[in-house]
């Protein structure tokens, strides 16, 4: 099977499991306890013709599986309907949130990787001695040190004690604003520390697992350099575990954006979520839910493929 | 000067355990297109003398003295980067298990063509029509398309084919085979051996061959050295090693081999096991096993003689047979007792004939 056929199947594989992610965020926010007439209202006290008014223009007069097939048709048109809290289409109000969110998060991806596999390198090269130990020290503090914490910690010190970062987003600077990008350093390197921890671990394991096999020997044998040794045929093989927690990182990190937005008054997707849970604003609450199982779902896709490109073995 | 000369090579491990001495003053040399063998027990210290060859020795193995001369050049006092211009090129390598031997995300044919690149300064093109030669020239159908397989799509027979190739694609010299039959069953291993013979033929290749099995020595080899417990103990011309075994453990080797036509219930077999390199003991390393000791085989380390003259041997300049058996120094009051035949020929050599097939011992 060529790479291209493997890619295919796995893709259409990801359909029943996206169907499955719909499903469960529907019944989840359907099956918390409360009315949402309730707090559209404000727990106002109706008359029976006003509320159902109400509840035919929310469409919740109907049965739960019309109203979960036009959620989810209208959702893969991208109308996730209005807002309950501002009464704007739900649609505008994650876009303008979900751009900062992307932002962070891929500045966190990209520091977790940027650290970890150079440094799971060096430590598995260098396996046993000072360098190894050190990084040893570091990734068990990463792992260790809880997200909301360590964002806590990092304001105080730099934003407040140094001030090198301002202490609140510019948000009216423009998402790719200078100002903007360094704000959102922080809360970058909290949220990657913990993957960047573990990352580190995991490379220098598969690499040290992988610098014992035969066929190190075989290409020293050849009389390579052992620059070429490493990169080419170590860091592959090394590589082919690595992939696949990275891709899963995503998730962790789209996850603790929920936490670290809230600790650095950030305007992403994660503190949208938390603020609209408070509101039981069921419109944004499905949205968010849904756009995140996503994500996690493409992450995985994502690390199959690359696990595939990675290790013909796989897409054979 | 031949091809490899290798003089008084001592290579130790330092373990936690304790220091393992895994070849001790190892002497031997290998002609020009030559097929040398190195036969001996697990841990005899096979590998690591080719794998001190190639200096892919690893932490904690250290060469403590010695020298490996190859075409009269000093290996052990190359730079690395020296040393890197004759691994793969001029001396190649041949491991045991070749499905661990390949790089399973890369193609055979990147496998062997990344060689020829690094080594004989071909561009892309021509490493990769060099490289489905050497598959060819191996005996893999339709070189060309299984240039791209991956090495999960070979068979055994295929795979171990492949890394011959890679050892043959620069042409070298010296190419050490670590039991590269070991792995496979006995119709490919007869096959391979073949194809080794045809190559080293073909482009005149000295073979250093490291097997426990003597039956492929006595079918491949010119010369052979067995080793026990990191001590050469034989060094002979093969026949004079089949008919005329100088050393106890080469004559417990032999009975232990299956023969057709044997009618004994059971294998002979040597009884015990080799000593640990780390505490080896007193005298001869195989006094505590061998059928013929006296008290004097643990006193005395027995030296490697010229086992016609009981003068010291000189493997490097001589061809004579030498063993390392206080028989030969004229130290055993008994001697050593047990006879050669040799069936299926007339011709025999030892101290009897007898009907009763294989070497035996009374």
């Known amino acids: 099977m060529s790479l291209q056929r493997f890619v295919l199947k ?64 209208n959702a893969a048109q991208g109308d ?32 977790a990787i940027i650290t970890a596999i150079p440094s799971g390198i060096v430590a598995a090269y260098y396996r046993n001695t000072t360098v190894d130990q050190i990084s040893r020290v570091f990734a068990l503090i990463g792992v260790a040190l809880p997200n909301f914490w360590l964002g806590l910690i990092l304001i105080l010190v730099f934003a407040s004690w140094l001030n090198l970062f301002p202490v609140l987003p510019p948000t009216d600077r423009g998402l790719l604003s200078q ?51 490493v990169q080419k045929h170590v860091l592959r093989n090394s590589l082919i575990s690595v992939v696949t927690v990275a891709a899963i990182q995503i998730a962790f990190i789209i996850s603790g954006s929920v936490v670290v937005e809230i600790v650095f008054s950030y305007p992403g997707i994660g503190r949208l979520l938390v603020d609209r849970v408070g509101n039981r604003d069921f419109p944004v609450i499905q949205a968010l839910v849904l756009i995140i199982g996503v994500a996690v779902i493409l992450a995985n896709l994502l690390a199959d493929v690359l696990y595939a490109y990675l290790d013909p073995r796989i897409r054979y | 000067m031949a091809l490899l000369e290798v003089e008084d090579l001592t290579v130790r491990f330092y373990t936690e355990d304790g220091v393992v001495k895994a070849t001790n003053n190892l002497s031997y040399r290998i002609e020009a297109g030559e097929h040398f063998g190195v036969v001996g027990e697990s841990g005899a210290g096979k590998s690591v003398s080719s794998l001190a060859i190639m200096r ?99 068979s055994g027979g295929m795979q171990q084919r492949a890394v011959i190739a890679m050892a043959l694609s620069c042409d070298p010299d010296l190419i050490i085979a670590d039991e590269p039959t070991t792995a496979l069953d006995v119709t490919i291993e007869a096959q391979i051996l073949e194809l080794l013979e045809e190559v080293s033929e073909t482009f005149d290749t000295a073979i250093q061959l490291i097997t426990h099995d003597l039956g492929v020595v006595a079918e491949f080899c010119d010369r052979v050295m067995v080793m026990y417990a990191g001590h050469p103990v034989e060094i002979a011309a093969v026949d004079d090693l089949y008919y005329n075994p100088q050393h106890p453990y080469t004559v417990g080797l032999m009975s232990s081999i299956p023969r057709i036509g044997d009618t004994r219930d059971r294998l002979q077999t040597i009884p015990g096991r080799m000593p640990d390199l780390i505490e080896n003991p007193p005298g001869c390393n195989f006094h505590p096993r061998c059928p013929y000791a006296e008290d004097v085989c643990a006193r005395r380390e027995p030296p490697l003689v010229n086992v016609e003259t009981g003068d010291p041997a000189d493997p490097i300049n001589s061809d004579s047979q030498s063993a390392a058996c206080l028989e030969h120094t004229g130290d055993l009051l008994e001697g050593l007792d047990y006879q050669v035949t040799v069936r299926g020929t007339d011709e025999s050599t030892g101290d009897a004939a007898s009907t009763d097939g294989g070497v035996s011992d009374e």
């Open chain 1, 10 to 73: 796995r893709g259409l594989l990801t359909i029943p499991l996206l169907l499955g992610v719909t499903l469960f965020t529907f019944g989840m926010v359907h099956a918390i306890p409360g009315d949402p007439i309730d707090f559209i209202t404000l727990f106002a006290e109706l008359d029976a013709e006003t509320e159902a008014e109400i509840r035919a223009q929310y469409g919740l007069d109907k049965p739960v599986y019309i109203q979960y097939i036009d959620w989810v048709l």
């Open chain 2, 56 to 154: 892919l020795i690893e932490d904690p193995g250290v060469i403590e003295s010695g020298e490996i001369r190859f075409k009269g050049q000093n290996l052990l006092e190359l730079s690395a980067e020296e040393m890197r211009t004759i691994r793969g090129n001029e001396i190649a390598m041949i491991f045991q298990d070749a499905e661990t031997a390949l790089n399973p995300a890369y193609t055979v044919g990147e496998q062997i063509a990344e060689a020829v690149r690094h080594h004989m300064d071909l561009d892309d093109a021509a490493a990769r029509d060099r490289a489905i030669e050497m598959l060819d020239s191996v005996g893999i159908p339709d070189a060309a398309e299984r240039y791209s397989d991956y090495p999960h799509q070979f």
């Open chain 1, 80 to 111: 996730f309907g209005k807002s309950i809290v501002t009464r704007r289409p739900v649609a505008t109000e994650i876009l303008n949130r979900l751009p900062y969110t992307l932002l962070m998060g891929s500045m966190a991806f990209a520091i």
């Open chain 1, 179 to 229: 100002d903007m990008i360094i704000y959102t350093l922080l809360p970058a390197i909290t949220i990657g520390t913990g993957s960047t921890a573990l990352l580190m671990r995991l490379m220098r394991s598969s690499m040290v697992e992988e610098l014992d096999k035969d066929y190190v020997r075989t290409a020293r044998a050849k009389g390579l350099p052992e620059r070429t040794v």
